[in-house]
């Protein structure tokens, strides 16, 4: 079956430690995207990939970073100077940058104490 | 700056009785609108989509939405609620100009009486 997948479902870590959340499509998509969602803000988004090699930043790139070696892979990184990284994150793809029809990831719940 | 204001955080309606999600939007072009669901600890699932034509947009799950310019209102309807349709319901916009970005709503989170 095609979509996308997260891992882990749940994490944990200690504040100023940086963590790795993975998101994996197999969708042959060629565009991906991270948003972070928070009670009653909906979702924002964090970075987004058109390309395989190439990013951009979205509302709220301060204190992550990503990488897209692959096309099927886009990992997100909730480095120490994220100053509140506790949330939901979801990966989303999309068949092209213009498609307009996003499909989601189940998400990760990242926790930092 | 282009918006998407849901005006309700939390609606409850017993089962069996119908159902109206409110969504307004602020863009200067012609938007296109959707509404998505997300069950707790899930991602989002699309409900339906309204690109141009027939401002009545059918989606899955016996969900509809319409589209009235006139109010910048893109509102999800549904005539008889399932217990299973208790969800968080987000409606959001597509950007066009330059990069294709979605603005989200804060979503409306629906709990359905037995």
């Known amino acids: 079956d095609g979509g996308i997948t997260q891992s882990p479902k749940y994490l944990f870590r200690k504040e100023g430690q940086n963590v790795t959340l993975s998101c994996e499509q197999n969708l042959n998509h060629d565009a991906m995207y991270w948003y972070r969602q928070d009670p009653g803000q909906g979702l924002r988004l964090i970075y987004y990939?058109?390309?395989?090699?190439?990013?951009q930043k979205g509302d709220i790139a301060e204190g992550y970073s990503v990488s897209r070696e692959k096309k099927e892979s886009f990992p997100l990184t909730v480095t120490s100077a994220q100053k509140n990284p506790t949330a939901f994150y979801l990966c989303?793809?999309?068949?092209?940058?213009?498609?307009?029809?996003?499909?989601f990831g189940p998400g990760t719940r990242l926790t930092v104490t | 700056a282009q918006s998407v204001t849901q005006p309700d955080i939390h609606i409850t309606v017993s089962e069996g009785a119908s159902l109206e999600l409110r969504c307004n939007y602020s863009y200067g072009a012609t938007p296109y609108l959707f509404w998505y669901v997300q069950s707790p600890g899930q991602g989002l699932q699309l409900l339906l989509k309204y690109f141009s034509g027939d401002t009545l947009v059918q989606g899955i799950k016996g969900f509809e939405a319409e589209f009235k310019r006139s109010q910048s209102s893109f509102n999800l309807r549904k005539p008889s609620v399932h217990w299973s349709d208790a969800a968080e319901y987000f409606c959001a916009v597509v950007t066009t100009s330059g990069t294709y970005k979605y603005i989200f709503g804060t979503g409306t989170r629906l709990k359905v009486l037995a």
């Open positions: 989303a793809s999309s068949l092209k940058p213009s498609s307009y029809e996003q499909y």
């Open positions: 990939s058109q390309i395989v090699n190439d990013f």
